[in-house]
């Protein structure tokens, strides 16, 4: 498949162990966040989202930790399995009433989960 | 959330040729976005389609180089002009529903020979 995240960063995390990737942003106005996963051949999916009037979000497995303080964003991920072997990315972006406004993308990285 | 799809899903073309990319959208959306991934990179904004009025491009992309239309509310395409090697690339279109989240389609693979 492409080869998606050849340069990026890479962060090797055993099954089972929790893993927390990060992410520093540029744009103090963005109020809105998305983390992102990629595999291999595939387009991004989105995984959780999170708004500047919050510093914590929980989905399942996952939890996003914003701190607009020093502008870094983290994902969370419980319990890491094979299935989460992909390139992560950030995403910021300034929220129009109602719409979806264009999203910036952070550099990614790539988790690897050893067995 | 959306469901996204695209056509073709790779190809191969010459230098000096051009590709379009279509992006069909199950449901009516307001906004669509087309995005590059060159190798190894992450996603780069090349601009906003909307429907019913001329593309909003980002700096560095140009009409000329990546016309865009937009039909209709679940379509668009993006076409990749006078390709060059620097244009091998995988090209996303992206849409949101009626959130703030956007969701992708597979991508285009595209090789320039």
């Known amino acids: 498949g492409e080869s998606v995240g050849l340069h990026l960063p890479t962060l090797s995390v055993q099954e089972g162990d929790n893993s927390i990737i990060n992410c520093a942003y540029s744009n103090s106005a963005s109020d809105y966040f998305i983390w992102y996963k990629q595999e291999s051949g595939k387009g991004p999916q989105f995984i959780i989202d999170?708004?500047?009037?919050?510093d914590k979000r929980q989905g399942q497995r996952v939890t996003v930790l914003l701190n607009k303080t020093v502008k870094h964003l983290s994902l969370q991920i419980a319990a890491t399995q094979p299935g989460d072997s992909a390139v992560y990315f950030c995403a910021e972006s300034r929220i129009n009433t109602g719409t979806a406004s264009k999203l910036t993308f952070g550099t990614g990285t790539r988790l690897q989960v050893t067995l | 959330s959306a469901v996204i799809s695209q056509k073709p899903s790779r190809d191969i073309c010459q230098r000096g040729t051009s590709l379009t990319i279509q992006c069909q959208v199950d449901s009516q959306v307001t906004m669509m976005f087309w995005y590059r991934q060159q190798p190894g990179q992450s996603l780069t904004l090349i601009a906003t389609?909307?429907?019913?009025?001329?593309?909003?491009?980002e700096s560095g992309f140009v009409i000329d180089k990546f016309p865009i239309s937009r039909p209709n509310l679940t379509f668009s395409t993006l076409t990749v002009s006078n390709l060059s090697p620097e244009d091998s690339s995988i090209y996303l279109c992206?849409?949101?529903?009626?959130?703030?989240?956007?969701?992708f389609g597979p991508g285009t693979r595209l090789t320039v020979t």
């Open positions: 999170i708004r500047s009037n919050m």
């Open positions: 992206s849409t949101s529903g009626h959130s703030y989240e956007q969701y």
């Open positions: 389609a909307n429907q019913g009025s001329e593309a909003t491009y």
